[in-house]
């Protein structure tokens, strides 16, 4: 099985602005508060966004890093992210689908929220070594992801999460469990 092409999110992008409610949806609200809520420090030099889509919560941590680098697989998703965030020039945003590609830097945060599963088991483990390589030492990475099972998924939230966890680079800062999702911090 392979993982989720970038042309299903293009279609879905294109037939429906917000195809998850992430506008409006108490459920994503009350999540993105969390999640923000979650990290361990108040600023970051470098940020990451792996599945930005329209940008609701890129526009949430923006305030949070000095520079944050928002990456999707969809132009569609990404040009209204650009629209939302046109106020937060420190924010970038590149199409980009990974583990086929990946940014060239160093970030002292990664947030990977509701896209994990997305990937086949062999791309998960790629982008995995990709992510904490690019992840500086004292850096975190925040895992965000629905538990319960959806038809496009190739691995569950908790497949993508304990793939992490057991990554001899990364430890637990913060580990949260609710009926419906996921969340954890790992630090390098």
Same mark, same amino acid.
């Given at each position: 099985?392979?993982?989720?092409?970038?042309?299903?999110?293009?279609?879905?992008?294109?037939?429906?602005?917000?195809?998850?409610?992430?506008?409006?949806?108490?459920?994503?609200?009350?999540?993105?508060? @969390?999640?923000?809520?979650?990290?361990?420090?108040?600023?970051?030099?470098?940020? =990451?966004?792996? *599945? #930005?889509?329209?940008?609701? /919560?890129?526009?949430?941590?923006?305030?949070?890093?000095?520079?944050?680098?928002?990456?999707?697989?969809?132009?569609?998703?990404?040009?209204?992210?650009?629209?939302?965030?046109?106020?937060?020039?420190?924010?970038?945003?590149?199409?980009?689908?990974?583990?086929?590609?990946?940014?060239?830097?160093?970030?002292?945060?990664?947030?990977?929220?509701?896209?994990?599963?997305?990937?086949? @088991?062999?791309?998960?483990?790629?982008?995995?070594?990709?992510?904490?390589?690019? =992840?500086?030492? *004292? #850096?975190?990475?925040?895992? /965000?992801?629905?538990?319960?099972?959806?038809?496009?998924?190739?691995?569950?939230?908790?497949?993508?999460?304990?793939?992490?966890?057991?990554?001899?680079?990364?430890?637990?800062?913060?580990?949260?469990?609710?009926?419906?999702?996921?969340?954890?911090?790992?630090?390098?």
């Amino acid at each position: 099985m392979q993982s989720v092409s970038p042309l299903y999110f293009e279609s879905l992008y294109q037939r429906q602005p917000d195809p998850w409610n992430y506008e409006t949806s108490p459920y994503e609200l009350q999540k993105y508060a @969390e999640t923000v809520a979650a990290l361990p420090r108040s600023s970051y030099q470098s940020g =990451l966004e792996i *599945g #930005g889509s329209i940008g609701v /919560l890129t526009e949430k941590l923006a305030p949070h890093c000095q520079t944050l680098l928002s990456l999707d697989v969809s132009p569609t998703a990404q040009s209204r992210a650009k629209q939302r965030c046109l106020h937060l020039p420190h924010v970038q945003f590149e199409i980009m689908r990974i583990p086929d590609q990946f940014p060239d830097q160093k970030f002292d945060l990664i947030l990977m929220s509701e896209v994990g599963y997305y990937f086949c @088991e062999m791309d998960l483990l790629k982008a995995k070594q990709q992510i904490v390589n690019a =992840l500086m030492p *004292g #850096g975190h990475l925040l895992l /965000l992801h629905w538990l319960e099972q959806a038809q496009d998924f190739r691995l569950s939230g908790e497949q993508v999460h304990e793939c992490f966890r057991v990554e001899a680079d990364l430890t637990s800062r913060v580990s949260l469990r609710h009926s419906q999702y996921c969340l954890d911090v790992l630090e390098k």
